[in-house]
Structures are given as structure tokens and as C-alpha cells.
């Protein structure tokens, strides 16, 4: 077994945390990403840092949180600053590292993304299937047409802007999905043998709006009768009251058939997430390399799919948008069949992998979760979690001036909404599905205050480099 091993990080894009079988979602079928839990370690409770891809993925690939490093606004043109991506501090230490997909820690709407040191020697790009087609900038794009497709043949688009989505009968072997598996199985084939260890990182557009999985896939979970949203009428109240300042969630009606239907799309396209994503790790497993490769499944932030009369993502902060999975494998070097109940942050992503490296990345919010990996027990001592949104979605026809700040401990969630007088506060233990706000309760106003001073403090002590330090972290 190599000293350093290999990392295969495994991205999917607006995932949400209830989307695997073995985790408790008894309707979808994930059979791969079942076995790596099996196999593996999984945090029930793991949280991103900004609701919106660019600061989210900034964040988890540079150990800090987006409002320190300047990534705060989703297709920024600026890079993180005055911080190292992970991916740089191994390539650094001797690491291979390899992309496939989007990386998107800056903008990435006119071609390639605007790349900074980060560290990859391999960078195999495409935005997303639908972007960039008539441009040429999406490989692929270049890889349908090697297989004599002609993706006119397998998408539509409203014919307004250059972006298409998949037909409902596009192939399932034909998605973005099935190029990014194929690209990194190559990557993984060309470096099997390799004396230097390796790290790739794979980020696939799906499931990511919109709603497009291939109609036997639909009719699959409409016919298992997949649940509806959560949802209560006080949800409007709240969304009205938000709506006029606030960049949210596209706004829906109550649950309908309409709903019903992007519902097992979703289901359906998370399917093909763990279709795809198996195809590489049987592959890992037949070249011998599951002892010397630590497996990561993650994604960039959720997708509310509906809960509280609301779809897609914005500045809202409900468990769909914000909690996420977070699964790490290996066997012969970390527990098996473990679940993780305490909260974890994806700051700590890095570091973790930093110290499973051997290598030193210091200076960052998160901290290491080795010890959750190879202990019994928990092995985290976490008191809270955090997650902003500084104007995240300023750009293009939905312009907001919007902050807003989330600080979730081990029973309550605290949502501020800097310059506007309503807030949320639920109680995790009693209100799982964050139906009942207390911030007006007059019951929980002392807890309300302390929870407003430790989001104040913490607010203060991020805006500059280093570990937050405040309370047991």
C-alpha cells in the first residue's frame, strides 16, 4: 500500500443530502453510492458555506469561507484570493492532478474558465451540456461528434440564448454525465501505474436544472409515488415578505402534477449521477487501486425541489439548499459502514485531504476529519456550522442586494437576513422540516440574542485570514 494515496473527488452539481438510498431515501436507487456508504464513511449533516455554485466551490477547494477570499457572487470573474486551492498545495508536494468537467471558482460563461495556479496539469473542460454549443468552447461537445452525434439530435432549446438541455429521449450514455466517467477512466488508465500518486476531480453537470432525466426514468419514480415537497402555507408569508430584497428560489405553487413530474426528473438524474460515477470506481477496483485511492462523493450546494414553495437555489438557507452529502472510502485505511451524525462544514474537505496526504495546508476555517474516518465515535467536536450569501446572485436578470447569514449548532438553526426585520429560527430536534419560525416566539428571544452575538462574532473574525477560533471549534 503506497504512503500517499490517491484522491478521486466525485462532484455532482445541486445534489441535495436526501438523494441516497442507504442514507434513508427509500424511493431512489443509488447502488453505488450505497456501497461506497457501506464501504465508507458518511456525515449525515454536512453543510456548504454559500447556497450558490462559484462561492461554494471556492470555498471547499481553499479550506475558507467565501466572504474571506473575496468569491462571493455565482460566475465572478475574479479568482479566490490571497488563499491556495487544495489541488495546488498537491501538486506542490508532488500530486498529478487532473479535472474533468467545470471547475467554476470563476466565471465560466464565455468558454474556458478564467484559471488561476491551481495546481492541474490535466484540465478536460466543459461548462455544462448545454452551454457553449454553437461556440465550440465544450468538448463534450467534441466527444458526441467523435461518436458521430450531432447534439442538434439529442437537445432543444427555447431559441433565445445558447443553451439547450437533453430531449426526452436522449440516451442515457449520451449525457455530459457519461463523457465525464469515460474521460476520467481514461485518466485514471493513462496514470494506474505511476509512482507519483495522483488526485482527480470530476464535476459533472447533473443533477443540475433543469429537469431533463429520459421520460422511463420519470415514468419510473412517478410510479413509485415519490413524495411531495415539504410545505406549509406560513411559507408564502415568508416568501412575501422576502421576495422584494431578496434573490430566492424560483417561487412555485403548491405541490401540483407539474411539480410532481421535476420531482422524479430530479430523481431520475441522481440516478444517473451513481450510474455514472460507478463506471469509475469499477474501474479503480479492476486496476487493483481501491487500497491506494480515497474516494470523495460531494457536491456544491442542494436544490429545494420544491420545499416551502420554492425550486432551484438562491438565498434561502432550508436544509435542501444548504445540507449535502459527503461520503469519503477507503477501506484499508479508514472505517467501514460508518455514519457520521454531528454537523461538519465542506471547509474541512480540504484539510482533510491535506493530512490523508501527508502534505500541510494551514491557514484555513475548516480542520480535518481524519480522525472521524479512522476513529470510533463521532471524532468531530463541531459546535456549529455556517453559510453566507453576499450578493451571490447580483449578476445577470436578477440583480439583489441581498446579505444574509446562516449559523446552525447542534439543535437550532439561526437565518439572518442583514437589513430586514424578519428571520428564521428552527428547531432541528423538533421541527426537522423547518415548517415552524421562531424568530418572533417571544419564548426564544434570550436564545434568539445569543445566537444573533455568536453569528456577530463570527462575522468579524472571518473577514481575515486564519482558523475562526470562537467557542469549540
Same mark, same amino acid.
Given at each position: ?74 460566475? %465572478? ?58 461556440? %465550440? ?171 416551502? %414553495? ?164
Amino acid at each position: 500500500m503506497k504512503t500517499r494515496p490517491n484522491i478521486l473527488w466525485l462532484c455532482a452539481d445541486q445534489m441535495r443530502y436526501d438523494m441516497i438510498h442507504a442514507l434513508g431515501n427509500r424511493y431512489i436507487d443509488t447502488p453505488n453510492f450505497d456501497s461506497l456508504c457501506r464501504d465508507g464513511v458518511a456525515f449525515d449533516k454536512a453543510y456548504v458555506q454559500n447556497p450558490v455554485c462559484t462561492p461554494s466551490r471556492a470555498s471547499f477547494m481553499t479550506g475558507k469561507y467565501p466572504s474571506a477570499i473575496n468569491s462571493n457572487i455565482l460566475g %465572478g470573474k475574479n479568482n479566490p484570493e490571497h488563499c491556495t486551492l487544495i489541488t495546488k498545495a498537491l501538486a506542490d508536494a508532488g500530486y498529478y492532478c487532473g479535472n474533468i468537467g467545470k471547475l467554476h471558482i470563476s466565471a465560466a460563461w464565455e468558454g474556458h474558465e478564467n484559471r488561476t495556479d491551481d495546481g492541474y496539469k490535466t484540465f478536460i473542460y466543459s461548462l455544462s451540456p448545454g452551454h457553449d454549443l454553437e461556440s %465550440g468552447c465544450n468538448e463534450y461537445k467534441d466527444w458526441l461528434e467523435q461518436k458521430g452525434v450531432n447534439w442538434r439530435d439529442i437537445m432543444v432549446g427555447d431559441g433565445k440564448r445558447n443553451y439547450y438541455w437533453y430531449r426526452e429521449d436522449a440516451p442515457v450514455e449520451l449525457r455530459q454525465t457519461a463523457w465525464a466517467a469515460e474521460m476520467a477512466i481514461d485518466f485514471i488508465n493513462e496514470h494506474s501505474s505511476d509512482d507519483e500518486p495522483w488526485l482527480l476531480t470530476v464535476n459533472c453537470f447533473d443533477p443540475h436544472p433543469p429537469y431533463d432525466a429520459p421520460t422511463h426514468l420519470v415514468e419510473k419514480y412517478l410510479a413509485r409515488n415519490i413524495p411531495d415537497p415539504i410545505f406549509n402555507e406560513s411559507d408564502y408569508t415568508l416568501g412575501e415578505q422576502l421576495k422584494k430584497i431578496y434573490h430566492q428560489s424560483k417561487g412555485v405553487n403548491a405541490p401540483n402534477d407539474t411539480l410532481r413530474r421535476e420531482r422524479a426528473s430530479y430523481f431520475g438524474m441522481c440516478e444517473i449521477v451513481d450510474m455514472h460515477f460507478g463506471r469509475i470506481i469499477d474501474r479503480i477496483d479492476k486496476l487493483g487501486l481501491r487500497d491506494d485511492t480515497v474516494i470523495i462523493i460531494s457536491s456544491d450546494h442542494g436544490e429545494m425541489l420544491g420545499d416551502h %414553495g420554492l425550486t432551484h437555489k438562491g438565498c434561502r438557507f432550508y436544509e435542501g439548499a444548504v445540507r449535502v452529502p459527503l461520503i469519503f472510502s477507503c477501506p484499508a485505511r479508514m472505517k467501514s459502514g460508518k455514519v457520521v451524525r454531528g454537523i461538519t462544514e465542506y471547509t474541512d474537505i480540504a484539510p482533510t485531504i491535506a493530512e490523508l496526504c501527508g502534505v500541510e495546508f494551514g491557514d484555513v476555517h475548516g480542520h480535518s476529519l481524519v480522525r472521524a474516518l479512522t476513529e470510533e465515535g463521532e471524532g468531530i467536536e463541531r459546535d456549529y456550522v455556517r453559510c453566507e450569501y453576499y450578493q451571490s446572485c447580483r449578476g445577470g436578470k436578477n440583480p439583489t442586494q441581498s446579505y444574509a447569514t446562516m449559523l446552525r449548532d447542534k439543535r437550532y438553526k439561526l437565518v439572518v437576513y442583514h437589513g430586514v426585520e424578519t428571520g428564521e429560527l428552527y428547531d432541528l430536534d423538533t421541527d426537522p422540516c423547518e415548517q415552524h419560525n421562531l424568530w418572533f416566539d417571544e419564548h426564544y428571544s434570550e436564545l434568539r440574542f445569543e445566537l444573533l452575538k455568536k453569528s456577530f462574532d463570527i462575522s468579524a473574525v472571518v473577514q481575515r485570514p486564519g482558523q475562526v477560533r470562537i467557542g469549540r471549534y
